[in-house]
């Protein structure tokens, strides 16, 4: 079985008009036995970006820490939020330094930037960054994840259609 | 003064309280050509005495202003050498930032880093202090900015500022001569005045160095027959 399928998740992130979303499943499961149903997987950086980290656990959680220990440190020296724009720069060059002992994750970022214009990015567990302007997803259950959205996706949609 | 005792040790203090051979590096740099900023409410001049050794020097080839990133640009008084080290480093500080983050570093945090390293040079064991003072002028998010930093590491942001050899009477003309609504060219006026003021012989296009950044963000050396251009404005 692949490392990637060992704890199981699915994640999507999808752009509305001037509002993105960003949601995941709950299970946390060692193969096939389920452990928890409350797991969190979706982390907010500040008010407006969230990652979504899926993938083994452990890693999602360590690289998480990481992140917001490089965020924080970001707000101190800069005094302002990072754009998402940016963080997910500082993702993919984080997931690249471990290019040949990877963090076994695949990140999907979801913020809003300048004049809250919405951004989502997904990437591979080295780094590969996507950008996609109407929807990204990851994970375990990410092949029917991707046929849902590009059945169910349409554009500009606001806060309430997109949920 | 018993501070004499002192003065061989970089890394020692003297009684005083003052680490003397940072000192020694502001003489160093109050010995070095006229150098001056100023900041206008649409852009940042900065410029330059640049007097050479002799007329047999091909003035084409040196360069005091130096260009950090493509909006932050940096002219030096003291040691020359010294100033090439610290460019280097500045630039490359500038594109690591940017290789991390995909975004042109802002202003503050390159001065930061810079200044940090010159700091580095005042406490550590067999090195000496950098013999420049740097005045770096930039335009990012935040605006025009200058900001001064000295051989020690401190740096202060300034809305016009001089050094070298006539700093005292360059910083009296441009204390009079400042306003804060100025506009860039004005300010490149003012600028040229002031350089003007403590100048030896005749100034022209040749001998002084003009570098500006305005609202396209673009940090740019004037050329000779640009300055000439202003300086006949001036007369």
Known sequence: MSIFEYNGSALVAMVGKNCFAIASDRRLGVQLQTIATDFQKIYKIHDKLFIGLSGLATDAQTLYQRLVFRHKLYQLREERDMKPETFSSLVSAILYEKRFGPYFCQPVIAGLGDEDKPFICTMDSIGAKELAKDFVVAGTASESLYGACESMFKPDMDAEELF | ?235
């Open chain 2, 1 to 235: 003064m018993g501070d004499s005792q002192y003065s061989f040790s970089l890394t020692t203090f003297s009684p005083s309280g003052k680490l003397v051979q940072i000192e020694h590096a502001l003489t160093a740099v109050g010995s070095g050509q006229t150098s001056l900023g100023i900041k206008a409410a649409n852009g940042v001049v900065i410029a330059t005495e640049k007097k050479l050794p002799s007329i047999l020097v091909d003035e084409t080839s040196v360069q005091k202003i130096q260009i950090l990133t493509p909006n932050i640009g940096v002219v030096y008084s003291g040691m020359g050498p010294d100033s090439r080290v610290l460019v280097r480093k500045s630039r490359k500080q500038a594109e690591q930032y940017h290789r991390l983050y995909k975004e042109p570093i802002p202003v503050t945090q390159l001065v930061r880093e810079t200044a940090a390293v010159m700091q580095e040079f005042t406490q550590s064991g067999g090195v000496r202090p950098f013999g420049v003072s740097l005045l770096v002028a930039g335009f990012d998010d935040k605006g025009p900015q200058l900001y001064q930093v000295d051989p020690s590491g401190s740096y202060f942001s300034w809305k016009a500022s001089a050094m070298g050899k006539n700093v005292s009477n360059a910083k009296t003309f441009l204390e009079k001569r400042y306003t804060d609504d100025m506009e860039l060219d004005d300010a490149v006026h003012t600028a040229i005045l002031t350089l003007k003021e403590g100048f030896e012989g005749q100034i022209s296009g040749k001998n002084i160095e003009i570098g500006i950044i305005g609202n396209d963000k673009v940090f740019r050396v004037l050329t000779p027959a640009e300055i000439e251009d202003y300086l006949q404005e001036v007369e």
